[in-house]
């Protein structure tokens, strides 16, 4: 670490405790004169890409902060209800304000479970956070097996929810509402649809679903289908945290920043991970992009701690994993823009990859509170030519 030329701590709290925000805080350990708080609704970590293990039976899908977050790192379990900048504190559900010099905000991703579909919000159960699984699990414990279960959402956390069920022998549907998969090329597609095929799982690529009832799901065309659970996968959306606290966002809510991950309107507020709108033009919601972006916003707060110019984010994509049950797994490559090529890794190396890339998300983490600025990540993934103070009026709160 660094040796200090100052004798006032620089506080830093960062709001979130996911891939993104155990990171950063890790990673501001690199100097010595940083006064580091997490604030977190848990006192938890969750590995949000093994909650459909979870919600399965199949794994747990939590971590003891203690294995993961380096010394001198204070956890307060808490809810952040709003960022004042004027007087530089964060609000917390209990009462309490923490002060800071500067914030990583980090509060990732939730459910979006949409108010147009009747029903869905009532009816149909979530997957993206620990406190919606657990329910999920408990209700699917309460099934018998061949109740029919439809999984809403063709994209990669509707296909790993269905495929974990299907192979436990649940009767499942996935609605897609459009293609299957797609992010990936038309022969990763393939495979994922095969696998789902001979698991038993129907699947409705085009089937739209428009109500969601206790007992069945309604589709565009009419039609009804019967189905004891229904679990909304489609999308996700943000904590309404930066909105509530005056700072513009972009039109899913996601903190506006520049290229470095600074607010456009603040420069003592720094974004990282799922809710981090770069020049407005985000990167996807991803475990791959959270952790570089957690370690960049840190480098960000300890370059202005430093009086230095922070850099602008650099990160290429390498492609995208998903699971097929607990043996198989697709590895789709893809362009640094991430863009799809027509090759990938099926079968169980495909599930090797998968599996390594899950671990390893969770043991970067150790091993940046063990060896600050020790992560890596793919550099280089083509962004915005235009200057990031071009897209300050892309929306506000």
């Not at 899908?61 to 964060?90: F, K, N, P």
């Not at 209700?139 to 956390?157: K, M, S």
């Not at 509530?244 to 991970?273: N, Y």
């Not at 995208?320 to 590895?331: I, Y």
Request: one cysteine or more.
């Amino acid at each position: 670490m660094s040796t200090s030329e100052h004798h006032t701590p620089h506080k830093v709290v960062v709001v979130g405790g996911g891939y993104a925000g155990t990171l950063a805080a890790n990673h501001l350990r690199m100097r010595d004169d940083v006064d580091i708080t997490l604030v977190n609704p848990r006192p938890e970590f969750v590995e949000r890409v093994r909650l459909h293990q979870f919600v399965a039976g199949t794994r747990d899908a939590t971590v003891d902060y203690g294995t993961l977050l380096g010394e001198g790192i204070h956890l307060v379990v808490d809810s952040a209800t709003r960022i004042d900048t004027a007087t530089r504190t964060v609000r917390l559900a209990s009462g309490r304000a923490l002060d800071y010099d500067y914030v990583i905000y980090a509060v990732g991703s939730t459910a979006a479970t949409p108010s147009s579909v009747p029903g869905a919000a009532e009816f149909a159960f979530d997957i993206a956070e620990l406190e919606p699984a657990r329910r999920l699990r408990a209700r699917l414990e309460g099934l018998p097996l061949d109740a029919p279960v439809t999984v809403v959402g063709g994209g990669l956390t509707g296909i790993e929810t269905a495929a974990e069920l299907a192979e436990r022998g649940r009767a499942v549907t996935l609605a897609c509402g459009g293609a299957l998969a797609p992010s990936f090329g038309a022969p990763a597609r393939r495979a994922v649809s095969t696998w789902l095929s001979r698991h038993g799982a129907a699947v409705l690529e085009a089937a739209v679903v428009s109500e969601v009832r206790p007992d069945a799901v309604v589709f565009a065309d009419g039609s009804v289908r019967a189905s004891a659970l229904t679990i909304w996968a489609a999308g996700f959306g943000v904590p309404e945290l930066a909105a509530a606290s005056g700072l513009r966002t972009d039109a899913l809510g996601r903190l506006l920043t520049d290229e470095t991950l600074t607010s456009v309107d603040d420069d003592r507020v720094v974004a990282a991970g799922d809710a981090a709108a770069p020049s407005g033009r985000p990167l996807r919601m991803s475990c791959y992009a959270a952790g570089p972006l957690g370690a960049q916003a840190a480098d960000t707060v300890l370059s202005r701690v430093a009086g230095t110019e922070p850099a602008v984010i650099s990160l290429g994509f390498s492609g995208a994993c998903v699971s097929l049950g607990r043996r198989v797994g697709v590895r789709q490559l893809a362009r640094k823009d991430d863009t799809a090529v027509n090759l990938y890794v099926g079968g169980r190396m495909g599930a090797a990859i998968k599996e390594f890339t899950c671990r390893f998300a969770v043991t970067r983490i150790r091993r940046e509170a063990g060896r600050p600025g020790s992560a890596i990540w793919v550099k280089g993934g083509p962004r915005p030519g235009q200057p990031a103070s071009t897209a300050r009026g892309v929306t506000s709160p």
